[in-house]
């Protein structure tokens, strides 16, 4: 594979190459992942930056339709979009039900859009490390916009914060009780929260779900990187397009701010130093699956534990100690 | 710290002492964890053995409720029980909004049981493995049955169900689309299924829902460790108490079928061997952390990285190489 050729192509901005790039990326291979880090190191020196938009909902929220009536007015003002998606249960099931191009229709067929569904990986933390790969391989393609989507099942918010300059949190109108079906974390991560569905019957309820959360942010404490007003909660309709121009502005605004304060670089540097660690930490357990030696004993010592003559924590104690000793 | 002394206690049946080692298993102080290897090590011969009882449902299924009906329901003939949970949240902000005593007033007053809520780990996989060593204490404590609860977000339900005999899954009554609502992964661990509020209005959707399951369980490949019949989908209403009863005979029915047929010693058997792994892989990492040279190391690369001198997967490899060179 001409690597050098590929990243050509993916800096013109050729759809294909992307897409080859990206199933580089995705591969497990060891070869793949040589190139695929040859390809990172090349693409690195292009200083694109894209605005990266994490986004989260539960389903049923509209996130689809909020994606794409959103997608389709930023590429009207002329700007490119990648759609990617962190989706755990794709890593146990191998894909989503749905695909993601059916869901988004008018699109998919976009010339300035680019669909990609998540990654299969064994674990979320192997998705989300190739999703983050994808982010910087996009933004090298000259995308202005990469929206990176989730579902929010267990630590999947954090990893998609972890990657994105500004988090959307998007909800479905709701009463009383309800409102605390947001999981308290995602309330901290949050720069910016969007009822949906404010049209038709459920408009006073989208208005009054949208004051509550204005009056919870405000409850919350105020982070340094974050300007007066923000988090921001408002209301769309993704149906009608209703909003989606106004919470654009204010995406705009928190990242102007956000860059002349500094604020924005240094996000960017501790996501950096995030990844690097949880690089290492997947680099480490791979330790153990490495060596036949390794996996042998693992199989050994598990077998005592299955019969019950070691207890769970004993052979794990025993097994430690064997790759302490290792070469 | 008498170790003999509070062992002899916790078999006897002291409130007070379990409550003591529970806090000692959940410890992460060096001195405590080896303490707590010698109770756990002190307290495996009491061949003991509990119906572990795993029940997952989100907010608003009505799991106190339930827990706090069955939990009396059991206590009532003369069983012990004790209530767990493995709440994912708690890892993050330690604590759950609401104490679990709050949520199961009259049942947290019964003296044949005893609740506990989730331990505060900074990590799922570190809440999980704590509740297992606590199940295992409640065990040796001769308690008859240990519900360990979970609300179901990301890995959790798959770790409590590592840690149970029976998995239960409880869950509203719903039409049409909100089937879909339950992950899919859920589906291939549940042995049985409970749709809860059978009861005033909701009577007739949750027998309509109950019947949706079962078609849907019943379009799943038969497991071995099932008996005809199984999973299971049922009503009841914690709140009327209705079905508690006959839902916990089916309990009986599979335990018994299982424990005849050898499927309950194999299912502890894999159980105990991935606990063992769970132990080394978190053992593993605790490397990274353990040692002020690797400390260093970790932090002079993550700033260089943070600094855009270094991509992070560069990084990482350069620290694997540091942490194989390491005596």
Known sequence: MD?????????AGERRALARA???IESNRADHRALALQLADRLSGTGNQALRLGLSG??????STFIESFGNMLTEQGLRVAVLAVDPSSARSGGSILGDKTRMETLSRNPNAFIRPSPSQSELGGVARRTREVVALCEAAGFDVVLIETVGVGQSETMVAQMSDIFLLLLAPAGGDELQGVKRGIMEIADMILVNKADGALKPVATRTCADYAGALHLLRKRPEDPEGFPKAMTVSAVEGEGLRTAWEEMQTLAAWR???GHWQARR???SRH???????LGLLARLSGSPEMRARMEALGTRVAEG???????AHE???LLDAAP
């Open 22 to 24: 990206i199933t580089l």
């Open 309 to 315: 003559d070691l207890a769970p924590a004993a052979a």
């Open 275 to 281: 990844w690097f660690e949880e690089e290492v930490r």
């Open 3 to 11: 690597i050098e050729d590929l990243a050509r192509r993916v800096t």
């Open 269 to 271: 540097a501790r996501q």
């Open 319 to 321: 097994m430690l100690a």
């Open 259 to 261: 860059r002349e304060t």
């Open 58 to 63: 539960t389903p049923g929220v509209g996130k």
